[in-house]
């Protein structure tokens, strides 16, 4: 709970007691809709924003039976149809984001605004031809990855095409330029790390914050490794964390879990968190060379189950983590008959 006057959102329309649309409205007559999403996260948030005519909608959700009938219930509650549905605004790319911004672009015909970086990922996951899922998996084998998790991931990452299906028609809007949303100037910040081409929102005089998975509150946002872009995303991630330390945030709209108010305290948090485990994980390779999948384990073990898709994310976390390491010198690695392994430089 926070301080802020909120209230279950409630329509003149809908019979008391019938309509369970987990809904809540906000200042300025947002509306948070939460999203269900079969995985450990529970639901990503949309927002409907009121403008003079219908209303900007900011992350649809992933495609899923259980989603679209969460949908339908909240426009009965709130008493909206599609056709209300003027713009569709993307912070990232992401299945749980975009997943459904071709299916209601198709029942409302509103452009779909998502960055450029934002929209290759997109296309380069679940385009024709994708070859992602092969790349993926030889760079897991470099790292040391068993061949059949490797395959169970190739076949969790298949399950998504259907849940991002119809795949929007896209314009594009960039960082660094502003955008009039609910009749006010937000401007659009590049926030790299979780997902390349990922914007937060910044409106000024409310100093609010859209801030898409970037920061999250009791939840770390994954920053992961992905074949074909370049870099060391956890660089990118703690660079942008700090430049979003700067802005002056009195409530934050994040993509999961409940809108907040301690932006920064929670920037703080997730920065420590991030040096803990690199000064945790170079102490483990001080002890003993470990490939990649073999600090996973270590790292996550528990908590991955057997689940092919928090697998991914654990060990393109871990990978994130070691690269940051390699490429600060206090680490280094070597190929030996096709495994990568990882040491501790010792000065
Ligand atoms: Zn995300
Ligand atoms: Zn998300």
Redesign the pocket.
């Known amino acids: 709970m926070t301080m802020l006057d909120k209230q279950e959102g409630k329509s003149l329309h809908a019979p008391e007691g019938k309509i369970t649309a987990p809904t809540v409205i906000w200042p300025e007559g947002w509306i948070q809709v939460k999203v269900p ?1 079969p995985f450990s ?1 529970k639901w ?1 948030n949309s927002y409907l924003i009121p403008e003079e005519a219908g209303y900007t909608l900011i ?1 649809p959700g992933l495609r899923t039976d259980e989603a679209i009938e969460v949908w339908n219930e909240a426009l009965i509650k709130h008493n909206l149809q599609w056709t209300d549905m003027t713009r569709i605004l993307l912070t ?1 790319q ?1 299945p ?2 975009y997943g459904l911004a071709g299916y209601v672009q198709e029942r409302s015909g509103a452009p779909v605004f998502m960055t450029r970086g934002a929209h290759a990922y997109a296309v380069r996951l679940w385009g024709e031809g994708s070859d992602f899922s092969t790349v993926l998996q030889s760079l897991y084998e470099e790292h040391g990855m068993p061949g059949e998790l490797r395959e169970a991931i190739g076949e969790n990452l298949e399950t998504f095409v259907d849940m991002v299906s119809p795949q929007p028609e896209v314009t594009y809007f960039d960082a660094g330029s502003h955008i009039e949303i609910g009749g006010l100037s937000w401007l659009l910040i590049d926030a790299p790390g979780h997902a390349k081409g990922q914007l937060c929102f910044y409106q000024k005089e409310r100093k609010w914050m859209v801030c ?2 970037q920061v ?1 509150p009791h939840i770390t ?1 994954n920053v992961s490794v992905v074949p074909g872009e370049d870099g060391d995303p956890l660089k990118a991630f703690l660079d942008s964390l700090q430049e979003l330390g700067l802005f002056e945030v009195k409530l934050a709209f994040p ?2 879990r409940d809108p907040f108010t301690d932006f920064e305290g929670r920037i703080t948090e997730l920065q420590q968190h991030h040096m803990r485990r690199l000064d945790r994980m170079a102490a483990m390779l001080a002890e003993e060379p470990r490939t990649a999948y073999g600090m996973c384990e270590v790292l996550f073990g528990s908590r991955l189950n057997g689940n092919a898709h928090q697998l991914r994310f654990a060990m393109s976390e871990t990978l994130a983590h070691l690269v940051y390491l390699e490429r600060r010198g206090r680490i280094t690695s070597e190929i030996s008959e096709g495994v990568r392994r990882f040491a501790a430089v010792t000065l």
């Open positions: 999403v996260l990503v992350d990232h992401h749980d984001h898409g998975d999250l946002p993509g999961h």
